[in-house]
């Protein structure tokens, strides 16, 4: 038997008027909206410039949804901001593990091995964000910054040259330049980077990185 158009749509909506009560009480589980709160707490205490405090709600935020990844590279990221940089690692590479395309997890692991001084390790994980996202100047910044501290100047002047192209006022990036010019030789290229940079800082359009949290870059910081 055809329906009519009418007899279709009588049937549309009571299929939809059986179906709404069970979608009105859907709501989350409880597990999750424990996890989100905490790890939202942890990130407004990061930003207080709290490390540890943060770092107790990211590992409640963890026990409450171990499946997701956010609160156990977010407390990664407390831990490098508590020195704590063996930790740091450990937690993510553990990470990294399971969310290999995500590269806030690269970049910060990167960020613990370079402060621990590994930076052979530490260019690999800011190669894997870069390869990521290559868009970010951060990332590109930092495998500048790693390769320049491993004599590879004309990689590293290639990754600073790609910082700039994404964002052309990343001072960092044009004095990480201007020192990987001078010391592949091109004396006359690194002056005028210098004096760019002296520019980009004395006018205030650009700021330098430093190992304040907030201040090495978006990756760094703790997501919600």
Do not use: C
Not at 149 to 168: C, G, M, Q, T
Not at 188 to 201: M, P
């Amino acid at each position: 038997m055809i329906l009519s158009l009418s007899s279709r749509t009588k049937l549309l909506l009571a299929v939809l008027f059986l179906l709404l009560p069970a979608a009105w009480s859907a709501d989350p589980p409880k597990a999750d909206l424990e996890a989100a709160h905490s790890n939202n707490v942890g990130v407004a205490l990061m930003n207080q410039q709290l490390p540890g405090k943060a770092l107790v709600k990211f590992e409640d935020a963890h026990r409450a949804d171990p499946s997701s990844p956010i609160p156990q590279i977010n407390k990664g990221i407390a831990l490098i901001y508590l020195r704590r940089l063996p930790e740091a690692e450990q937690v993510l590479s553990a990470a990294s593990t399971g969310n290999p395309n995500n590269p806030r997890v690269w970049y910060s692991l990167g960020l613990a091995q370079l402060d621990a001084g590994n930076q052979a390790s530490a260019l690999t994980s800011f190669q894997h964000a870069v390869e990521v996202d290559p868009n970010d100047a951060d990332s590109h910044y930092y495998a500048g910054t790693v390769n320049l501290a491993l004599k590879n100047y004309d990689r590293a002047v290639e990754e600073f040259e790609k910082a700039l192209a994404i964002s052309p006022l990343h001072a960092s990036a044009q004095y990480g330049l201007a020192r990987a010019l001078q010391r592949a030789g091109k004396t006359d290229e690194a002056r005028k980077r210098f004096q760019r940079f002296q520019q980009i800082t004395q006018q205030k359009i650009g700021t330098i990185f430093s190992d304040n949290y907030g201040e090495q870059g978006r990756y760094a910081t703790a997501e919600d």
